[in-house]
Every structure is written in C-alpha cells, then in structure tokens.
C-alpha cells in the first residue's frame, strides 16, 4: 500500500507534464503526453506490479529508441532494437537478430508501428531480465514501450492487433525529462 500511494502521487506528477523527453544510450525520443492520464499498476491485476504508463499523442513521436534488453515475441529474442520515428511516422526499425520478423511485426497493421503505451518500471524488488514481460516491464528504474494497440483509459486512440512491451534499460546510463524536469535519472526516481 505505501509503494502504491508513492507511485499514485508520481502519476499526478507527470499527468501534470506536456512532454516526455527521454535519453541514453543512442536514445533522443520526445512525444507530447498534453491530457493524458497516468495509470498505476500497485498490485490489482499483475502480481508482483508495479509501473506508472500512459499513452503518447502518437503524431508527436520523435527521435530515436534503443533497446539493451532483447524484444520478446513469439518465442524470438531480437536482440539491439532500435526505432527510429519523424512526427509519429516510423522510419527505422532495426535489429541485430531476427530483423524479417520485427518488419513484420511493425508492418502488420497501421497501428503496429505506433507507441501505444509509455511506461516507467517502479518496482525496486524486480530487477533482473527474465524473458517475461509482465514482470521485466515492472523492472525498478527501466522504461518502456509498447508498439500498438493503447489502452483507452490512458487517452490512447492508437489501435492494433499487437500490443508488444520492449524494455529499456536506463539504470545505467539514462534520463527521463517531464517537461525539461529530470524525473528518473540512472534507474533513480526523482519525484
């Protein structure tokens, strides 16, 4: 309960934000979040939980993701993704294995190359890559995406067959900005 309150009170934190602004390793992605809620994961659907996320304005996507953690789909490991957007369009997806698939995977439908979900990994207990996303998405210190389908709770219209979570690991070199304010800097929160 005391971990959920203090993640429900960085999710009024960053409802309050504009824009989202992250950086790392060959990262630079910026996207407006203008009116979108925050949800919290505190222990209500996903055990263990914990992760604040949203749902970027889609067409405001810009700049570039790397990935340190593999993408985990359909029992593939893609290893050293990178994404790459220009005002919400995607023009780059790249991988060091399985690169035919990830293709795939962005071309399967128009909303599959979009960021349906943005989140932050709050759980400090969770901290090691395991290969399952619903707890590598909760990794304390980590960020995330998912291409596709958003959830409408969080103001997302994006809509797809795919919602696909990719981690990124910011604890060692990495900074979440919310609106020019550091918020999560090396896998440290700072709200």
């Known amino acids: 309960k005391e971990e ?3 993640w429900e009170r960085w999710a009024a934190r960053l409802s309050r934000a504009s824009e989202i ?8 992605l910026r996207f407006s979040v203008q009116g979108r809620p ?3 994961g505190k222990g ?9 996320y949203t749902a970027p304005r889609t067409e405001t996507v810009d700049g570039q993701i790397y990935f340190e953690f593999p993408g985990v ?7 050293g993704i990178c994404l790459h957007w220009e005002r919400g369009r995607l023009v780059e997806a790249r991988s060091r294995t399985h690169q035919d698939f990830l293709e795939a995977i962005v071309r399967r439908d128009a909303g599959a190359s979009r960021i349906g979900e943005f989140g932050l990994g709050t759980n400090p207990a969770v901290t090691h890559f395991c290969k399952d996303i619903l707890l590598d998405e909760k990794i304390g210190g980590t960020v995330h ?3 596709g389908r958003a959830y409408p709770q969080t ?5 797809s067959a795919i919602h696909w979570d990719i981690i990124k690991d910011t604890r060692r070199q990495g900074t979440v900005y ?3 304010e550091p918020v999560l800097v090396n896998g440290d929160f700072l709200m």
């Open 4 to 6: 959920g309150a203090k």
């Open 178 to 180: 919310a609106d020019g």
């Open 145 to 147: 995406i998912a291409l």
């Open 38 to 40: 925050w949800m919290v």
């Open 21 to 28: 602004h992250v950086l790392g390793e060959q990262t630079d």
């Open 73 to 79: 789909l359909g029992g593939r490991l893609m290893d």
């Open 44 to 52: 209500k659907i996903n055990m263990p939980d914990g992760e604040i």
């Open 155 to 159: 103001g997302g219209t994006n809509a």
